[in-house]
């Protein structure tokens, strides 16, 4: 049972976090790559709330923002899962620990997102601003498909790891 603890944990933690794939620098993932990301979001999300250019005007600072938050609560979060005290041979009170405090990561997260979530609804209304979380989803789910997409096309040209049997 320990061990399904310390397996499951780090999933656990991560899915609790959320995906965010702008904001976040991996430090392999080169500059421009994440600016290009971040322009494709910026226009998949202006799209998806048909936001007007006043809207925009309004919007992005307070999203970039916010999204500059997120990304800065979530690096903490990876640098704690990279404790090297996070691996085998944990004890129950450090498990106990570990989960106490991904749950505070993500009670701040939640603070986060209610703080900017009026000042969304000020500038863009509150059917947007419930919009946007799908949008930013959706978003999520399509760069993913992407990687993975592009990885399998590696794999199969002989370039990288691809599809297992």
């Known amino acids: 049972m320990r061990t399904f603890i310390i397996r499951l944990l780090p999933a656990i933690i991560l899915v609790m976090s959320g995906i965010s794939t702008s904001a976040q620098s991996d430090d392999d993932t080169p500059p421009e790559r994440l600016r290009e990301i971040k322009a494709q979001k910026s226009a998949f999300i202006t799209a998806r709330l048909e936001l007007t250019p006043e809207e925009a005007q309004q919007f992005w600072p307070i999203y970039n923002e916010f999204d500059d938050k997120q990304a800065s609560l979530r690096k903490d979060l990876r640098a704690l899962l990279k404790d090297p005290a996070n691996g085998a041979g944990m004890s129950e009170a450090e498990a106990a620990v570990l989960l106490e405090k991904g749950l505070q990561f993500r009670q701040r997260e939640v603070d986060l997102e209610k703080s900017y979530a009026e000042r969304f609804k ?14 930013e989803h959706d978003f999520n789910r399509e760069v993913l498909r992407k990687l993975k997409d592009r990885m399998q096309q590696r794999g199969a040209n002989g370039d990288g790891p691809g599809r297992r049997p």
């Open 122 to 135: 000020k500038c863009i209304g509150a059917v947007k601003t419930l919009r946007l979380r799908k949008a």
